[in-house]
């Protein structure tokens, strides 16, 4: 069945440092993908999504491309903050249904970040 | 304020007790879901469901029911707790499916199964 595999954390950084985290996926056809932010104590935000391949998503200055090729999403950002601080979550989710919107997420075990001043 | 809310945010029971966990959101979304969350092993979903009356199967369904009378709640229930049920639980909703529509999730519930 389909999965995502992310690289295992915890990821220590120092503020301004660059961010990559890991994320592959295995699916029948062309799912969308996303990446997941949790806050401590909180439940889970979209933070960016791409739905088709060469897609790129971005927000609050991370970002991820869909690679078709490598099967993969990784999470990107130039300079990380104190406040970036969070477990990460790779995610797909397959197409189908009525008008293929239809799919389940499916996430990666989370990859914890933490940034020192 | 658009949210997904869930009661209780902590519950300590014991085996065997019977407990349901509620979960409404006030967006008119047709799609909710239950996922459980555990170390090491990410988040996992329980069921989900399409719209009113429409529930199925995630892939962690055992030791668990829900139901889907309207819209907006989409409630939990451990019919018979077991302690392999500790753990964190979300609900979620968005519009649809989740192939092109944020997720929407509740702060989350903890449950202690002794």
């Known amino acids: 069945g389909d999965s995502v595999t992310q690289m295992e954390g915890p990821v220590t950084l120092s503020e301004e440092a660059f961010l990559t985290i890991n994320c592959t996926y295995t699916a029948t056809g062309y799912p969308s993908l996303f990446w997941y932010v949790q806050y401590p104590g909180e439940g889970l935000q979209l933070l960016l999504k791409a739905t088709k391949a060469d897609d790129k998503g971005s927000n609050k200055g991370f970002e991820a491309t869909y690679r078709k090729e490598t099967t993969s999403f990784h999470l990107e950002k130039g300079s990380v903050q104190v406040s970036d601080s969070a477990v990460y979550f790779c995610a797909l989710s397959d197409k189908k249904g009525y008008g293929g919107s239809q799919g389940n997420l499916i996430f990666g075990k989370g990859t914890k970040l933490s940034v020192k001043p | 304020e658009a949210q997904v809310t869930q009661n209780p945010r902590y519950l300590i029971t014991v085996t065997g007790k019977k407990l349901t966990v509620t979960c409404s959101q006030n967006?008119?979304?047709?799609?909710m879901s239950w996922y459980r969350q555990d170390p090491g092993l990410g988040l996992r979903q329980i069921y989900y469901s399409m719209n009113v009356e429409v529930t199925d199967k995630g892939d962690v369904p055992e030791g668990y029911k829900v139901s889907r009378k309207e819209k907006r709640n989409f409630p939990l229930i451990l019919e018979s707790p077991s302690p392999n049920q500790t753990s964190l639980y979300f609900c979620a909703s968005s519009q649809q499916g989740a192939t092109y529509n944020e997720q929407f999730f509740g702060p989350g519930t903890r449950l202690t199964v002794l």
């Open positions: 967006m008119n979304h047709e799609y």
